[in-house]
């Protein structure tokens, strides 16, 4: 991680007092891990996970499209398809792991960057592309996959997924919530607000955070003194940090979170560690406050091809296995990107639509006066 | 050289550059705002010239961020607060309305909050949801804070400073789809006041009041009329709390007709603040209802439809011709 310079800094009484009050982040955290990234199998006393030969190419096989998917947009915005992307480059295993864990009538509340548990929840990857090409601000009914829209005010969704979880808990209903939110985004009141809010009401809700250790140009030192799940503690709910790159990791600590959520025993905050191999979005530029050895060290880990090596050294895919999932991947790529060209843009009267559902007349006055002004063209024209 | 041909963007960082220079009470909080420069490059460089206890990278939390300036203010600071998008300065609104606006008057007028809370706003950029709005009736529906926006390089340079030296807590609109326009910056000018209204272009028949972004539309339309041989004059407002009525009250005495002109919803918007104003300061020389033109009562639409909701040349001309008709 890079560290800012402090040289220029003079030693004062507040900075003293704030490193009494914690130690910064350390680099080397304690996190469960299941698949080191050497791709080897390890054992950890209290999260285990028994998953088949076919179970696990199935994890394989939705990181390799997620991150096809992902790359696919990224290039889709630099030929001007899409006004802007926000990749999950790295954070594939952390995505795929937590989303594998949930049942159907789970809830999800995301941010703007869950590209790989909406390929999870089954929602169609070229609905998501809708609001980044500037054609809509959702694109899916967050009814059909339990997947709510996606959320680019940082930090609110993770107050509608405790309410959601507390509505659950009601109905006396036994399904879980999880709310996804970045390192960054756990500066927010709201995030306090729901992490106390859960507590109180012991809310069946998840905090899934994925710190990939940036918030745009914020390292998560900026954020924080202490590692992130330990906050958790402090609003009176176990905290746990996972390996986020080892995707097996990501599904035993997240499906435990949920379990416990279901059995009546609150809330979790699971902080998968991981990292953001490419810019913040399209439109950031990291060059000016990252540096690339640092990226280079997390490459070793890449969640990807630590299962890779696992898959190939213990016999449970062969050469076939990979070459159809590069097929399946090209196929994939090519039906986004047909989908987005093909995507129309909206009607100009579309930004009338939806805004009440039991209509509005001062709605109603300036659809007709803008159809009448649209009009007005038309007449000029012939 | 004192006159220099510079992007909007380049004129705030410079004003910026100056106010730091000038008094060491002066700081900039803000997420990005450090190594980065923001994410639109307004604070560019500063924090590598000025360090990091003057330029701080805040955390991701824009209560905190408008909370902690409060605090600084009271301590004798100037914090330069920046939003880093017109939609997410609402975890702040609690900070900025319920706090920071009335502080002054509960302590009867003993303490001095000279915050200056800078809001990249407006939409034309193609951006995504929460990127583009226009909140500022909301603030200036408030009392106790003052509501600016520039609209040239200009007065970026000078309004800015301006706001940074004012007591008062001032909200700071920057026009974002205007940060790469170039204009002439004199940096030895002597400013005129910052709540001033600002004759942008001088006509006979009509007045075009706007502000910010919208300036620029309004001199493209006074001269599109201009070939149809109509007179329209334009008033830049710069100022939308306080209002400098009294400038724009001459301008309708001459022309006799007003259009105002803004992206935010017409709705509840400071064009109903205007029209009424003037409707009761220029009744018996007004020819036509004062006329408003602006967002719809809709969600700012998405990228690909936001050239239709924002009034561009055509819809200003539109209400130039229904002014003249009456
Ligand atoms: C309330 C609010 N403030 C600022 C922003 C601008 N912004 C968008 S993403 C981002 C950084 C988010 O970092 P983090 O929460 O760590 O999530 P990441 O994108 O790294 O996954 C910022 C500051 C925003 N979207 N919402």
Redo the contacts with the bound molecule.
């Keep these: 991680m890079t560290v800012e310079s402090t040289a220029a800094r003079k030693p004062r009484r507040s900075s003293k007092r704030a490193s009494a009050a914690g130690k910064p982040q350390s680099s080397e955290p304690q996190l469960v891990q299941l698949l080191t990234p050497e791709g080897v199998r390890v054992e950890h006393p209290e999260y285990d996970i028994d998953l088949s030969a076919d179970e696990m190419r199935g994890l394989y096989r939705d990181m390799v499209l997620t991150r096809r998917f992902d790359g696919e947009a990224t290039a889709l915005q630099r030929q001007g398809e899409l006004g802007l992307w ?1 990749s999950l480059l790295g ?1 594939e295993a952390a995505q795929i792991g937590s989303g594998r864990a949930l049942r159907d009538d789970d809830y999800v509340f995301p ?3 869950e590209h790989g548990v909406a390929w999870c929840r089954g929602v169609d990857p070229t609905n998501l592309l809708g609001m980044f090409r500037g054609v809509n601000h959702g694109g899916w009914d967050p009814n059909t996959n339990n997947f709510h829209l996606y959320t ?5 969704q993770t107050l509608h997924a405790t309410g959601y979880a507390m509505g659950v808990a009601k109905d006396g209903a036994d399904s879980a919530v999880i709310a996804y ?6 500066s ?1 009141g709201d995030v306090a607000e729901s992490f106390t809010f859960s507590a109180v009401y012991n809310a069946p809700v998840v905090f899934f955070c ?3 250790q ?3 140009s ?1 390292p998560t030192e900026k ?1 924080t003194r202490v590692p992130l799940y330990q906050r958790a503690q402090g609003f009176g709910f176990p905290g746990v940090r996972v390996d986020g790159n080892d995707v097996l990791a990501c599904l035993a600590v997240t499906r435990s979170a949920l379990e416990r959520a279901r059995r009546g025993e609150g809330p979790t905050l699971v902080e998968a560690f991981t990292y ?1 191999m490419g810019a ?2 399209t439109s950031d530029d990291p060059t000016k406050y990252r540096h690339d050895d640092e990226r280079q060290a997390w490459e070793a880990k890449d969640p990807i091809q630590r299962l890779r090596t696992y898959l190939e050294t213990e016999g449970h895919a062969d050469a076939a296995f990979f070459a159809a999932l590069e097929e399946e991947s090209d196929t994939l790529a090519k039906r986004v990107r047909e989908a987005v060209r093909a995507m129309p843009d909206p009607q100009d009267m579309a930004m009338f639509d939806h805004i009440y559902a039991d209509g509005h007349a001062l709605v109603d006055e300036e659809r007709a006066e803008f159809a009448a002004y649209q009009a007005s063209f038309a007449e000029e024209g012939k | 050289m004192a006159v220099q041909k510079l992007p909007l963007a380049k004129a705030l960082n410079e004003s910026l550059r100056k106010a730091l220079e000038t008094d060491p009470k002066v700081l900039i909080m803000g ?2 705002v450090g190594k980065l420069g923001g ?1 639109f490059r307004i604070t560019d460089g500063l924090q590598k010239d000025f360090g990091e206890d003057r330029v701080i990278d805040t955390p ?1 939390a ?1 209560s905190g961020i408008v909370g902690t300036a409060i605090g600084l203010a009271l301590r004798g600071y100037r914090p330069v607060v920046e ?3 017109d ?2 300065v ?2 702040a609104y609690d900070q900025i309305v319920t706090q920071l606006a009335k502080m002054h008057a509960r302590a009867l007028g003993k303490i001095k909050l000279p915050v200056v809370v800078r809001i990249p706003y407006g939409g034309g950029i193609g951006a995504v949801e ?1 990127h583009s709005e226009s909140p500022e009736a909301l603030f200036a529906h408030v009392a106790g804070l003052k509501v600016v926006s520039p609209s040239n390089a200009s007065d970026g340079y000078w309004m800015l400073q301006q706001a940074i030296q004012s007591d008062d807590p001032v909200i700071f609109f920057e026009p974002k789809r205007r940060y790469w326009d170039k204009g002439e910056v004199d940096t030895e000018a002597i400013p005129g006041p910052l709540h001033t209204a600002r004759v942008a272009r001088e006509g006979a028949d009509l007045t075009l009041a706007a502000y910010g972004p919208m300036v620029k539309v309004c001199l493209e339309a006074a001269a599109a009329a201009q070939e149809e041989g109509k007179s329209v004059e334009v008033v830049d407002l710069r100022s939308m709390s306080p209002i400098d009525f009294d400038t724009l009250q001459t301008s309708v005495e001459k022309t006799r007709r007003l259009v105002v002109v803004h992206e935010a919803p017409v709705f509840y918007g400071s064009g109903a603040e205007i029209a009424a104003r003037i409707t009761e300061r220029c009744f018996y020389h007004l020819e036509a209802p004062v006329l408003r033109v602006g967002g719809f009562h809709a969600p700012y639409p998405p990228a690909r439809l936001e050239e239709e909701y924002l009034p561009g040349l055509d819809r200003v001309l539109d209400a130039v011709d229904r002014s003249l008709a009456y």
Aim: no cysteine; glycine share 10%; proline share 2%.
């Design positions: 926000a954070q941010t703007y960057r680019i005010v940082i930090g609110s939110f970045g390192d960054g985004a756990s927010q994925q710190n990939n940036w918030a745009i914020e954020q953001r913040h979005t | 997420e990005d994410v991701l824009e939003i880093q998008f939609g997410f609402f975890p929460h």
